[in-house]
């Protein structure tokens, strides 16, 4: 007789009793097809059991779940470490063994399969890839004593909410390279009622920290997952290259969850954000480049971003944002195919004296407005600074934008270009405008200290401060208005 023993690492053992070894060797190729069967089933049933997480503790049966596929040539479950995805028991420690074993490995993957998983905040490592099964959750602990404080960031000086250090990031990683986090739509979700509350009522005594920051890094994937409930900013990118973000779900209340941004891409270069569905407590997308006189050191601009295929609904901000902070400079922006609905502003760029930098070549292209407030927002007075040492003579320099086939309806003001005397705003574009309203006074495109142009027939009608050209091409009229203010904050 032969036995299999399935040992608790995972490996298959032979057990032969001394008196069938003639047999044995009377019939090697017969013996030796019949254990490769056993042996392959036996593998087979084992790996199902143990990726998709078929049964829990105690015997008691649960879901049936798709496997996990194999995205590195070495993969783990965090059960192996001794994760208990019971919605209790902290696993901080079995994730961070997990990860300092993929780091000692050179690269891996670790599975999380169904459950819920408690943790404090952990980092990643090089080469690996984070896979969250169906049903699993990823949730961050509520007690921030548990968050780990880390340096204000370089670009945003001594603190973006409080002075001093800041608390991390419940999934963190930096001067990384080739990670990805994804999964079948699992879900990291940051508890952040809490930090909310404590926040409104300035019990914390350091700067939250987001959901999920990668820092100094390149070759980032994250896709197929579902992120809730940030404390502060949900995904934030910092100086990294080469990242792709695509497929999210991003969710937090539409009030009472301050700053809960869904994907702030500061200083970045080389980045796709597309396919996701967000709503949350402030921007959508927001693109930063550093605050004022640090963000000018610093000196790393966000560049060559594309988002595309992108539904936002943002209730108290806006659905993609420049800004405010932008202060590295942000260039070479493609927004398109995006929806925006139900929301208080549609696309909007911000910035003030002080921040210095430059927003240049912004695309934005086939945006659907529902239902929002205001349209176009563009505001050069945006006046938050970290603190009093920004030098107001730091002018930030604005310049060709083109606003190509905006469609929708139930807008207020569709159009609120907002320069100024010190920074004005050069180089507009606007074609294929069609946006109904729903607010009928005279002035409802509005302009103030901005030149460009308008391509063929648009509606409403827009500003005198525009040169008009036909669908050709062809100059029409030449404006002198280009200083003209027509703005009108009532409304």
Not at 137 to 153: A, F, S, T
Not at 377 to 384: F, I, S
Request: charged share 20%; aromatic share 10%; with cysteine.
């Amino acid at each position: 007789m032969v036995e299999m023993l399935h040992s608790s690492s995972g490996r298959f053992h032979l057990n032969s009793h001394r008196r069938f070894l003639p047999w044995i060797r009377s019939y090697p190729v017969t013996l030796l097809t019949v254990l490769w069967v056993i042996g392959f089933g036996s593998i087979f049933i084992w790996q199902t059991t143990s990726i998709t997480g078929s049964r829990i503790a105690g015997g008691r049966p649960m879901m049936s779940y798709a496997p996990i596929p194999m995205l590195r040539p070495v993969a783990f479950n965090l059960t192996e470490f001794g994760g208990v995805g019971d919605g209790v028991t902290a696993n901080t420690a079995a994730f961070e063994r997990a990860v300092d074993e993929i780091a000692r490995l050179g690269g891996g993957q670790l599975n999380v399969q169904p459950g819920v998983w408690l943790t404090a905040p952990f980092n990643l490592t090089s080469h690996m890839t984070l896979f969250l099964a169906e049903g699993a959750v990823i949730r961050g602990v509520q007690d921030e004593k548990c968050w780990l404080l880390m340096p204000p960031l370089p670009s945003y000086g001594l603190g973006r909410e409080r002075l001093g250090p800041r608390y991390g990031s419940l999934i963190h990683g930096q001067n990384l390279s080739d990670v990805v986090i994804t999964g079948r739509n699992g879900t990291i979700d940051g508890q952040g009622q809490s930090w909310w509350s404590k926040y409104k009522q300035k019990l914390l005594k350091y700067t939250r920290g987001p959901l999920v920051q990668i820092m100094w890094s390149r070759d980032i994937v994250i896709s197929n997952i579902t992120l809730r409930d940030s404390p502060f900013w949900t995904l934030h990118p910092y100086d990294c290259k080469n990242v792709t973000i695509s497929n999210l779900t991003i969710l937090a209340p539409l009030n009472g969850a301050p700053n809960t941004d869904g994907i702030d891409p500061d200083s970045c270069e080389d980045m796709v954000i597309e396919n996701c569905y967000i709503c949350v407590g402030d921007d959508g997308i927001a693109i930063k480049s550093g605050w004022d006189q640090y963000g000018i050191v610093y000196g790393r601009p966000s560049t060559n971003i594309l988002i595309r295929n992108v539904t936002v609904r943002s209730v108290v901000s806006a659905g993609v944002s420049i800004g405010s902070e932008m202060s590295g400079g942000i260039s070479n922006i493609t927004v398109e195919n995006v929806h925006i609905w139900d929301s208080r502003r549609g696309v909007r760029i911000k910035t003030a004296p002080g921040r210095g930098g430059y927003v240049s070549n912004i695309t934005y292209r086939n945006i659907t407005l529902d239902n929002v407030r205001v349209g176009i927002v563009l505001k050069t007075d945006y006046n938050e600074h970290p603190d009093l040492g920004f030098d107001p003579k730091a002018l930030p320099t604005i310049k060709n934008l083109s606003f190509i086939g905006f469609h929708g309806q139930g807008c207020r003001v569709p159009v609120r270009i907002h320069g100024s005397q010190e920074i004005p705003v050069k180089g507009v574009t606007f074609k294929e405008f069609s946006v109904g309203i729903t607010y009928k006074k005279k002035h409802i495109f509005q302009c103030s200290y901005v030149d460009g142009r308008v391509i063929g027939s648009i509606f409403p009608a827009p500003c005198e401060n525009l040169d008009r050209y036909d669908e050709e091409g062809n100059l029409v009229r030449r404006s002198k208005l280009q200083n003209v203010t027509d703005i009108d904050y009532d409304f």
